[in-house]
């Protein structure tokens, strides 16, 4: 972890609150696409790959408040799940998320209704958890 992820050597209060603003922009607009797809849409993997943003970007601004900052996802979900046992936060299903949106961005892979049907839930379920924590350490 220590060659992927570096100190941020700043109060990243202000950068987090923005990062805050623009997951919640990335879900709503999941949330606001999503209404009305038919579940053969091409459109799904859109809905994806803004849902695993925001993710992400909380996961990017929890961990800034801790002073620890990376551009390589890899390097955020693990730093998240290893210095942040307590938040029972799932290893594997990062990976199965980062995977499947790097396999449409990078290998023209397909993502469907059905793959983001199988973890639209855990992914909300992670957003509002780390929603809620970084608005918890941002009142301190």
């Given at each position: 972890?220590?060659?992927?992820?570096?100190?941020?050597?700043?109060?990243?209060?202000?950068?987090?609150?923005?990062?805050?603003?623009?997951?919640?922009?990335?879900?709503?607009?999941?949330?606001?696409?999503?209404?009305?797809?038919?579940?053969?849409d091409e459109k799904w993997m859109t809905i994806y790959t803004l849902r695993y943003d925001s993710l992400r970007i909380?996961?990017?601004a929890y961990l800034l408040l801790g002073g620890v900052y990376s551009t390589n996802h890899?390097?955020?979900?693990?730093?998240?799940?290893?210095?942040?046992?307590?938040?029972?936060?799932?290893?594997?299903?990062?990976?199965?998320?980062?995977?499947?949106?790097?396999g449409a961005n990078y290998y023209g892979e397909i993502i469907t209704h059905v793959d983001f049907k199988e973890v639209e839930l855990q992914m909300k379920l992670y957003e509002s958890t780390l929603r809620n924590e970084i608005e918890k350490k941002l009142k301190k």
């Open positions: 972890m220590r060659e992927c992820c570096a100190k941020a050597g700043e109060d990243n209060r202000e950068r987090t609150r923005s990062l805050l603003h623009h997951a919640k922009i990335a879900s709503d607009s999941s949330n606001d696409f999503s209404k009305g797809l038919k579940p053969n909380l996961t990017e890899i390097c955020l979900f693990s730093a998240l799940c290893t210095k942040h046992p307590e938040l029972e936060l799932d290893w594997k299903f990062f990976e199965k998320i980062r995977t499947k949106r790097n």
